[in-house]
């Protein structure tokens, strides 16, 4: 049982190049979530969903596309990366009866030069 | 604005003695707070959660304490072990709400 699978691990982009991050998850979760984690600043989400088909704006959504094409799949994308979008990247998900225990991925590590 | 608050970046512990992690929220509408503990190059994991309708959780060596009307909690990990060593996260979440609220991180280290 993989659990949170993210990929990749590390990632150097230069500014104004577009990656896409992906999540996967074996759990049958319907809840997903983006985090982005800054020192001093803690996990911040970027987008969620609730469901396959269906994504939702976090806290901090600028810059930042995600779709749901599939319940096991969670797809972060940066069209255009920014020096500012260095950091860790969490992708996590939970179930309906506990939705606020989430689990989380091992982290992707984004480097935007 | 932050949310949830854990205002000490770090915190160093000898071995066997207790580890006390502290977090302040300031949402009134906070009912369902969680401990996350993370090790380096991986993600958070759940470690113990309390419902406002409780005051105190316990599992194992670990124990939360919730105090509503401070808007305080904390956790309390006796003895301390080196495998505790990590970055604990306070989270919190309102109602029906799946979203969580995340504190900045206390990083632990139990020292031999």
């Known amino acids: 049982n993989a659990g949170v699978t993210q990929t990749p691990k590390f990632r150097v982009l230069k500014t104004g190049q577009s990656m896409t991050l992906l999540c996967a998850q074996d759990?049958?979760?319907?809840?997903m979530y983006w985090y982005r984690q800054d020192p001093g600043m803690g996990l911040r989400l970027i987008h969620y969903s609730v469901g396959e088909g269906t994504t939702a704006k976090g806290e901090v959504p600028d810059g930042y596309n995600v779709s749901r094409l599939k319940k096991q799949n969670f797809l972060l994308g940066l069209e255009s990366a920014a020096p500012s979008q260095t950091s860790v990247y969490f992708c996590?998900?939970?179930?309906?009866?506990?939705?606020?225990?989430?689990?989380f991925g091992a982290g992707t590590r984004l480097s935007v030069l | 604005d932050q949310q949830v608050k854990q205002n000490s970046p770090s915190l160093s512990v000898q071995e066997g003695r207790i580890s006390i992690l502290n977090c302040d929220y300031t949402n009134s509408m906070f009912d369902y707070f969680l401990w996350y503990k993370k090790y380096p190059a991986e993600g958070p994991t759940f470690l113990i959660s309390?419902?406002?309708?409780?005051d105190k959780n316990e599992d194992g060596r670990f124990t939360v304490f919730l105090n509503k009307s401070a808007k305080h909690l904390s956790l309390h990990i006796v003895p301390s072990q080196p495998g505790d060593s990590a970055v604990y996260f306070c989270a919190a979440s309102s109602g029906n709400d799946y979203k969580l609220s995340f504190g900045a991180g206390t990083t632990v280290t139990v020292r031999a």
């Open positions: 759990m049958n979760h319907e809840y």
């Open positions: 309390i419902s406002s309708i409780k």
């Open positions: 996590a998900s939970s179930y309906e009866l506990a939705k606020n225990i989430q689990y």
